[in-house]
């Protein structure tokens, strides 16, 4: 993501210029509307952009919490000595507010330059993780392109006007206080200095611990998983050890399930030909004892013809486990542009011809059901070394 | 014949041995690559059943090793039912790949077939490599892709059907079928390191 393409970044930069904006026109020749205005238009994107981010980035990446403080370091004078540079006095409250309320634009002016730099530098952390050289963070290479660090030099303007506005600010009209505008330098200066390193170790640290969150919450799921599943079939396997069909049985089961987990199915809701395949084989091996080997290469998600497809193969299926039985082969091979299924035993094979036309199970469910969707259905039977059904949809190789 | 079992699993190897020793003498078992090249190397054998997962840098890392002057033929076995298992495997210079949950009957049957020294193609691996080859690489030239004849027997194979049958549906030579198996093996052995990689990375499998 780039400073062009990104909202957020520029709606921080508008409101930080904005109030840098209104703060320059006021200072300069107090009383006109245009600042108000601009400070209006800047107030309500801090309050609605500036705030919130800074909110996120705090919580985030507590270092930035520093980066809040230097830009507030104005306000401690005030607070401190009860009086801006000229003088005042302003501990009566209205007086307070109208000589802090510079200050705290000043303040959100700088957050929004912060905040600019910080989305920067987490940009280049995002390529430092790439093992990229500090140097290549800052140009960019061949394969990874940096753009210019706009953000994060329009960050540091923003930070670098606000600065210099604040120290105007307090030390407006008054000679006699260029030591405490010195110590306001010094001071800033040593925060950021202290501020920037926090900053990124706070930004490769709550990386870190995003990664090994991650990671955690992963293992909690496959250890959930698997208890639900392989850990309670053993322990049913344990208990019907005595009845081999049943301990096969369980055993396929669970192998089918495992698989379709791995294939990441059942995230996916089942809604693939692979899912739908799957699954009618373990229909199919559980109903009739039959044994399939089911290969697929490629996957789709389900639409009106893979449907017919995935149907008239589950239907060829059942035919093949009732009249052939074991092995039962299913193979299929998924391309962008097309589908087939194989479905293939070694039984008895028939003629399809000799099938009476009352036993509509082969012509309606199959070949039937491709027909509608522009699929085919070819069956190929050899009387005595089984039978293939071959149903195909779009264009196949 | 002499057998030598290579599986981290310790049951599995104490399974496979009592269900072939019938048939045949299993010399040695071995639970790691390195293990594995000892026992080859000290006693021998005709046939190796490897595992593909196995510590210490898979069953690859064994093919990778053995020596090319009277090596043994190796089947591959595993759990797993994933290309880029298997695939590897078969480029690695395994002569067939067949899961763990084969039947006996066919364990011995393909036992016999990699002996011979012949391919053992399951229809899982008919179908894997014949994946394999369907990835468009760019500077493929002829001697590393397949004909269409060979795509048509590798088809046959993922549809399960047996040599047999499919010399029948052919109408060529069982010989013929085997020789177009052994071409489309050579064929994948051969096939640059950059092609298979590119397969790789199309299917995310590296990054």
């Known amino acids: 993501m780039n400073a062009a393409s990104d909202p957020a970044g520029r709606i921080t930069a508008l409101a930080g ?56 370091l104005p306000l401690f004078p005030i607070l401190l000595f009860g009086g801006v540079g000229d003088g005042r006095v302003v501990w009566m409250l209205p007086n ?14 700088a957050l929004g330059g912060l905040i600019l730099i910080a989305d920067d530098l987490r940009a280049r952390f995002g390529l430092a993780q790439r093992g990229l050289t500090p140097w290549q963070r800052l140009t960019g290479t061949t394969d990874v392109p940096m753009p210019t660090p706009w953000r994060a030099l329009g960050g540091l303007a923003l930070v670098g006007l606000a600065f210099i506005l604040g120290l105007g600010y307090v030390g407006a009209g008054s000679s006699g206080l260029m030591s405490l505008a010195l110590l306001l330098v010094l001071g800033g200066g040593t925060a950021a200095i202290i501020a920037v390193p926090l900053l990124i170790a706070g930004l490769a640290r709550s990386d870190r611990a995003r990664l090994t969150t991650a990671r955690e919450d992963e293992r909690r799921r496959v250890a959930a998983h698997l208890h639900d599943s392989v850990l309670q079939t053993l322990a049913l396997v344990q208990r019907q050890a005595h009845d081999p069909a049943a301990v096969q ?74 009249h052939a039985g074991s092995p039962i082969y299913v193979f299929a091979q998924v391309s962008p542009d097309g589908a087939e299924v194989f479905i293939r035993d070694e039984g008895p094979g028939f003629e399809l011809s000799a099938v009476p036309t009352e036993r509509r ?23 005595g070394e089984g039978t293939e059904v071959a149903l195909r949809i779009g264009v196949t190789g | 014949m002499r057998l030598v079992v290579v599986d981290d699993h310790h049951l599995f190897r104490a399974g496979v041995r009592a269900e ?42 064994v093919l990778e090793a ?5 090596a043994p033929k190796v089947l591959a076995l595993s759990v797993s039912d994933a290309a880029e298992d298997v695939v590897p495997m078969i480029r690695a210079g395994a002569l067939g790949y067949v899961t763990k949950t084969i039947d006996t009957t066919e364990l011995l049957d393909a036992i016999a077939t990699v002996a011979a020294g012949d391919a053992c193609f399951s229809p899982r691996l008919a179908a894997f490599v014949l994946q394999a080859f369907s990835a468009p690489a ?24 047996a040599y047999k049958r499919i010399a029948q549906r052919l109408g060529i030579s069982d010989r013929t079928v ?30």
Do not use: C
Not at chain 1, 35 to 63: D, N, T, W
Not at chain 1, 96 to 109: E, H, K, S, T, Y
Not at chain 1, 361 to 383: E, F, K, T, Y
């Open chain 1, 249 to 322: 049985r369980l055993a396929r089961r669970q192998e089918h399930e495992l698989r379709a987990w791995m294939a990441g199915e059942v995230e996916l809701g089942a809604e693939t030909l692979g899912a739908a395949l799957r699954k009618a084989v373990a229909e199919v091996e559980d109903d009739h004892d039959a044994t399939v080997e089911l290969t697929i290469l490629g996957e789709r998600a389900l639409d009106r013809e893979v449907e017919a497809l995935a149907a008239a193969a589950r239907e060829a299926l059942r035919n093949a486990a009732v």
């Open chain 2, 138 to 161: 760019p500077e493929k030239n002829e001697l590393e892709s397949l004909t269409p004849r060979e795509r048509e027997v590798l088809h046959h194979l993922a549809r399960g059907y």
């Open chain 1, 96 to 109: 307070a507010v109208r000589a802090l309320l510079p200050l705290v634009v000043i303040a959100l002016a």
């Open chain 2, 20 to 61: 072939l020793a019938p048939h045949h003498e299993v010399v040695g078992e071995a639970a790691t690559p390195s293990e594995a090249l000892a026992v080859i190397a000290e006693t021998k054998p005709d046939v190796v059943l490897l595992d593909v997962h196995l510590p210490e840098g898979g069953g690859v890392s």
């Open chain 2, 178 to 207: 085997e020789t177009h198996v052994g071409n489309v093996l050579r064929k994948l052995q051969l096939t640059s390191r950059h092609e298979v990689s590119h397969w790789a990375a199309k299917r995310g499998l590296v990054d």
């Open chain 2, 66 to 70: 053995l020596p090319r002057e009277n």
């Open chain 1, 17 to 72: 210029a904005l109030l840098i904006a209104a703060l320059a026109v006021a200072l300069g020749d107090s009383g006109a509307t245009l600042p108000l205005a601009l400070l209006g238009a800047g107030s309500v994107l801090a309050l609605f952009v500036l705030v919130p981010r800074a909110y996120a980035h705090s919580r985030r990446h507590p270092a930035l919490l520093v980066g809040v403080l230097v830009a507030a």
């Open chain 1, 361 to 383: 199970g082969v012509r309606d469910s199959i070949i039937g059901r491709m027909r509608s969707v522009g699929g085919s259905a070819v069956l190929d039977s050899v009387p």
